[in-house]
């Protein structure tokens, strides 16, 4: 199975600052053939489900605030909020969807205000 | 929009099975478009995803679990529904039901907490 670690397990930044989460993938999820890397970012606020944030590690889904943005390729992801709002406080996990016979999903990190 | 959401008992006996539906509303579980999933948000831990299943009847199970799970579907219901034997206690969790075209799961159900206890 491909193993997702992120990093850091919890973070806390301030209102209006960068956050940054990690995503080290066990091996590579890039497909060369059509040169995608098959990675997504999800946020789960307390008591919701999770929401799929970007998909192909970089494609912003439909409603995202552009404020989230995806980076990396191969074995290495990055997750940015440029400016942190108050209803961004939740637990983001990053999935690999390479490996069609099992999908896995990084621990998570909890983003808390300081 | 689609929306999806789980049922089924709240609490199973050890050794017994649980057993889950997902309705799908405002769309069609028939769609060749997607596929349709079960998964898991373990207590402190992070998610873990159990099967896939197409509306034809194809299912592709996750290796660690597949001994015990079972994923159907019934289109007349617009419905999919999750079998999983012989549970413990490890198997406590909210199950969320999900829809997915490429692996990346863009609709989610609310999700609902099962504890395994006597």
Not at chain 1, 66 to 93: K, M, P
Not at chain 2, 20 to 49: A, F, H, K, N
Request: hydrophobic share 30%; charged share 15%.
């Amino acid at each position: 199975d491909i193993v997702m670690t992120q990093s850091p397990d919890s973070l806390a930044v301030s209102l209006g600052e960068r956050a940054t989460i990690n995503c080290k993938s066990s091996q590579s999820v890039l497909y060369s053939p059509n040169n995608k890397n098959y990675l997504a970012w999800y946020q789960q606020r307390p008591g919701q489900p999770p929401k799929l944030l970007l998909y192909w590690a970089s494609t912003r889904e439909s409603g995202v605030p552009d404020r989230f943005s995806g980076s990396g390729s191969g074995t290495d992801f990055t997750l940015t909020i440029s400016s942190l709002q108050a209803e961004d406080v939740a637990v983001y996990y990053c999935q690999q969807y390479y490996s069609t016979r099992t999908y896995t999903f990084g621990q998570g990190t909890r983003l808390e205000i300081k | 929009q689609v929306q999806l959401q789980e049922s089924g008992p709240g609490l199973v006996k050890p050794s017994q099975t649980l057993s889950l539906t997902c309705t799908v509303s405002g769309g069609s579980i028939s769609s060749s478009d997607y596929y349709w999933s079960w998964i898991r948000r373990l207590p402190g831990q992070g998610l873990e995803w159990i099967a896939n299943i197409y509306y034809s009847g194809s299912t592709f199970y996750n290796p660690s679990l597949k001994s015990r799970v079972t994923i159907s579907v019934d289109t007349s219901k617009n419905q999919f529904s999750l079998r999983m034997d012989s549970v413990t206690a490890a198997d406590t969790a909210v199950y969320y039901c999900a829809r997915t075209m490429t692996g990346s799961f863009d609709i989610w159900g609310q999700g609902t907490l099962v504890t395994v206890s006597s």
